[in-house]
């Protein structure tokens, strides 16, 4: 008895299920194909995240360039090199709230292993998600500088490090490494003792072929006279990571034209509460005509270089 009532309620089942199939054809074909192509849409979106939509968007399948990601996190930095040959180096990890669109960037544009990481400096918006980053990704060394704070942020990123046995470096000016054809070159934190975390930076110059990107991180004046005064012969850039999401106390009138940028990225949210970037850098590369691309404006930026020159793309 129990084996026939589970028959006719199997049956029921089916009996029902091809009434909402019929039902759904009908509104199909009755709906002269509109119900099919917002289901269509709403599959579409479904298989995609925001992140992985401004990647497909910026990103062309077959590039064979070498790539820098910003991503738009907001007030906060977060960008990736992915070299031609598919070697991968991030750069700082935005706020606590970004992981998911790191996170969903990285995947998106086919990274399941980072092999290098650098944390700038340790604050909460370079390294708020870098616990989070270690934790799912597996990572070949993490850069970083001598400064140290006693922020949660920062012990959570020390035990991510420790608990995935991830290689950490400390950094100074000179050290340089190489990864997938691309040069990278420290040019600051120099060595010696720092009062605040943000002079303590790491500046980083990556060389590929004949173009060259600076991420500032957001080292600022102090460090930028260090800079001018240990490395000038290594300025000269294509692309710019203006430091500190364009403060008027990171950009120099000398490092400008010492740096000579064609392009300018700010990491910069829209109404931040820094006024960033201020108006007074802002002036100076108009003032150079250099092309400034702000994250508050133009979402997450692609930049490419194919070792002789540079294009972009952005995504607002
Ligand atoms: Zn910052």
Redesign the pocket.
Known sequence: MAGRRKKKTAAGAIITILCIAGLLLMLALGTDGAFLDSFGDFLGSAALSPSAANVAKLVPGDNDDLLLYVIDTGN??SMVLLTPDGHSLLIDAGESDDAGRILDTLSALGIESLDAVVATHP?A??IGSMAAVLNQIPVGTIYMTDFVTTTKTYEKMLGAIEENNVPAVNVTDGYAFDLGGVRFTVLNPQAREYGDANNSSIVLLAGYGGTKFLFEG?AEEEAIADMLANDSGLMDVDVLKVG??GSHNATTQEFLNATTPSLAIINCGEGNDYGHPHKETLDMLGAMDVTVLRTDQDGDIAVFSDGTAVRYAAAA
Do not use: A, V
């Open positions: 906060s930095d604050h918006d370079h957001d500190h999401h």
